[in-house]
């Protein structure tokens, strides 16, 4: 199947940081990519859906201002967590998808806000 | 009632043993349906990709759709230790770009030596 890469695959950073994931498609050109969060023992929450180009689609709940999403390429994009607290602790992962194919997901990146 | 239930589990079973995993699900429009293995710490990953009611078999996998039920189903022949993953299944109102996805909660599979 097409490969997806999460950068990083753990971060830690202090509280009142920004950290920024990276979601990039390796071999093929994404025309969406989706932002989702998981909890221990949780199933994936879809945080938001961003097609290359334009302002992402967020879920209900999910804060805009604080989950800056970027889609700038066919190959690439970015959350941005900004002024983490400790709730924001969790694994994060992205999936990309064309428009004729499943969707596939990145190894996900585990971020804890110390 | 949530729009995907899975069984939580976890389950554990001899290696060798066939594993059923099962999925109901409240909305009739969904039209794809997906079973992910997801091991710790790591990004699901997709086993079976399945449109609309039938069966699709894949090595020793295989999943059903009954949408008539609202079910769907995982079954795992001559179960190996490798198999030992949290499996998700999940599905979706259209397929490719619009594949925004519902998941169940995952079960957690122990497949013993």
């Known amino acids: 199947g097409a490969v997806v890469s999460q950068h990083p695959s753990r971060v830690i950073c202090k509280s009142g940081t920004s950290v920024k994931i990276e979601c990039r498609s390796l071999?093929?050109?994404?025309?969406?990519m989706f932002w989702y969060r998981q909890f221990p023992k949780k199933s994936l929450m879809l945080m938001a859906t961003?097609?290359?180009?334009?302002?992402?689609?967020?879920e209900q709940g999910v804060e805009k201002d604080k989950f800056l999403i970027n889609h700038a390429s066919l190959t690439l994009s970015t959350l941005t967590v900004t002024s983490a607290h400790p709730e924001d602790s969790s694994f994060y992962i992205c999936?990309?998808?064309?428009?004729?194919?499943?969707?596939?997901f990145g190894q996900g990146t585990r971020l804890t806000v110390v | 009632q949530k729009e995907v239930e899975q069984d939580p589990g976890p389950l554990s079973v001899p290696e060798g043993a066939i594993v059923s995993l099962n999925c109901t699900y409240s909305?009739?429009?969904?039209?794809?349906f997906m079973w992910y293995r997801q091991y710790s710490r790591k990004g699901p990953e997709l086993l079976m990709y399945?449109?609309?009611?039938g069966n699709k078999e894949d090595g020793r996998f295989t999943a059903q759709v009954d949408k008539s039920s609202k079910y769907i189903s995982l079954f795992i022949r001559d179960s190996q230790p490798s198999d030992s993953a949290t499996y998700l299944c999940?599905?979706?109102?259209?397929?490719?770009?619009?594949?925004?996805?519902?998941f169940g909660k995952g079960i957690t599979l122990s497949v013993r030596p």
């Open positions: 999940a599905m979706s109102l259209a397929g490719g770009a619009n594949s925004k996805l519902t």
């Open positions: 071999d093929f050109q994404a025309t969406t």
């Open positions: 399945t449109y609309s009611s």
């Open positions: 909305n009739s429009a969904f039209q794809y």
């Open positions: 961003s097609n290359e180009g334009s302002k992402a689609t967020y």
């Open positions: 999936s990309a998808t064309t428009e004729n194919t499943e969707a596939f």
